[in-house]
């Protein structure tokens, strides 16, 4: 008799390359690069579930997906290697583990953290240009970090979502638990916010909100008539995703992995 097994993997990416995770076809993706190997290594049909689908341009260091296994192939530790070395170079297989049988790499996450990259200097970076947002203008970061505060708790966030296709008009509430705006260099600041979820396209759409009121193109306290309105027109210009990367994803207190 043949058992199923689930299994782990922890992956980072640089998503410049790729149109996303969620695999498409003709295009390139990290969900479909991912799955040809792990098919091409196990001899079996393997469907994974992702903590955070990435749009295109997107990155991320602690990206998790779980997928269900009977195949006689499965060696955890083999597999690690196995995949880095049929995978490109801008993916990297962390870990893989065999973890409990119910775990889900979306539905058992209970904290996501992303951060956000911007350089915030009269020339851009050349070597970093498709990590970080590159600004000119001066950001007054004192008001930026005041529009990140409002942003705690929990909120209706349909103003700074990108509603999927068919999806019914249902309230987008989320809890934020942490969101600041760090400096990390003179020049280099960095938004870091973490949720029990987000919808798609929410931490871009608050990181263009803070960016708009640091630009002085609005007050943080519109941040009420915003959420209010209910309405993705009624929020500032979303930042592009070439700044954005996933930075963790957390599972309970033993956060998922192992037996």
């Not at 240009?129 to 909120?155: C, K, Q, R, T, Y």
Request: hydrophobic residues 40%; proline residues 3%.
């Amino acid at each position: 008799m043949t058992f199923a097994q689930t299994v782990r993997i922890d992956l980072a990416y640089k998503g410049t390359q790729f149109r996303g995770f969620a695999e498409n076809p003709d295009v390139r993706t990290v969900g479909g690069e991912l799955r040809n190997a792990l098919e091409q290594i196990l001899g079996e049909h393997v469907e994974l579930t992702v903590a955070g689908r990435t749009d295109a341009g997107v990155h991320a260091m602690g990206q998790v997906v779980s997928f269900r296994s009977s195949s006689s192939r499965l060696d955890c530790e083999r597999l690690t290697s196995a995949l880095n070395g049929i995978c490109n170079s801008d993916i990297r297989v962390q870990a893989v583990s065999a973890v409990e049988d119910d775990f889900n790499a979306r539905f058992s996450a209970t904290e996501r953290m992303y951060r956000y990259n911007i350089l915030n200097a009269s020339l851009a970076d050349p070597l970093h240009a498709d990590i970080e947002w590159h600004i000119s203008e001066p950001l007054n970061v004192d008001a930026m970090n005041g529009a990140a505060s409002l942003f705690l708790g929990e909120h209706d966030f349909t103003s700074f979502c990108r509603r999927p296709k068919g999806q019914p008009a249902q309230a987008l509430v989320r809890r934020i638990r942490s969101s600041q705006w760090i400096a990390q260099t003179q020049q280099r600041i960095q938004f870091q916010i973490a949720a029990n979820a987000f919808c798609h396209q929410m931490v871009r759409s608050l990181t263009g909100f803070c960016v708009a009121v640091g630009l002085g193109k609005c007050e943080a306290e519109t941040f009420e008539a915003v959420l209010k309105a209910q309405n993705r027109a009624a929020a500032p210009p979303i930042a592009p995703p070439h700044g954005l990367i996933l930075q963790h994803v957390t599972y309970g207190e033993s956060d998922g992995q192992g037996q």
